[in-house]
């Protein structure tokens, strides 16, 4: 029987991760959670699963900030515990399974079988990725990469007080801009592989 393995994607915004963790889930047999988090922790409660998706990996403001540190109760930060505690327990569970965002590789430092990594691709392939899912002109699709990175930088660095894409956090960065969507899961899933049949 193969080793639990944990995979954890961190992203840029356009850079295809979360399609590489689709494509790495079909080639491994393994689950892949990206919002289905969210869906699965709150599918009994709409209105909550709808503010979920409204602080999902969003910064949180000064002011909800200190809030945070006096009472823990405010709504972005329970739905960031709510996640790391569920990521925590499919890790129990000994399922092996790919988490995309969310401060996975923060939520499940420190286990054996945990490989981290982080995709990246060049900004004129993710900026025109993204206008053309969203339909967008280029100038909006380059302030929504520049947004939507934003966010995952400050709220990475809330919650785990490291560097969102720095090399350190991460056992692989890969560009997709390289080899293509595609061929980079072909890569990854020798690398993986190998990652999970050594002692």
Request: proline fraction near 2%; charged fraction near 30%.
């Amino acid at each position: 029987m193969k080793k639990q393995i944990l995979i954890t994607i961190g992203r840029e915004y356009g850079s295809g991760g979360h399609d590489l963790a689709v494509l790495l889930s079909q080639r491994l047999g393994i689950r892949m959670l990206d919002r289905e988090l969210i869906d699965e922790l709150w599918k009994n409660d709409p209105e909550m699963q709808r503010l979920a998706q409204e602080y999902d990996e969003r910064p949180v403001n000064r002011i909800l900030s200190r809030k945070i540190n006096e009472f823990d109760n405010s709504i972005p930060h329970n739905v960031a515990q709510r996640q790391f505690d569920m990521i925590r327990q499919i890790a129990d569970s000994g399922e092996s399974a790919i988490f995309v965002g969310r401060c996975a590789d923060y939520a499940l430092a420190g286990r054996p079988g945990l490989l981290r990594i982080f995709c990246r691709a060049d900004l004129t392939q993710r900026i025109k990725r993204i206008q053309q899912r969203h339909n967008l002109s280029l100038e909006k699709a380059a302030l929504l990469v520049a947004k939507t990175d934003r966010h995952r930088r400050v709220y990475y660095h809330h919650h785990t007080g490291k560097f969102w894409g720095h090399s350190s956090c991460y056992d692989l960065t890969v560009n997709t801009s390289v080899l293509g969507v595609e061929k980079t899961a072909e890569a990854l899933e020798a690398y993986i592989r190998a990652f999970q049949e050594q002692d």
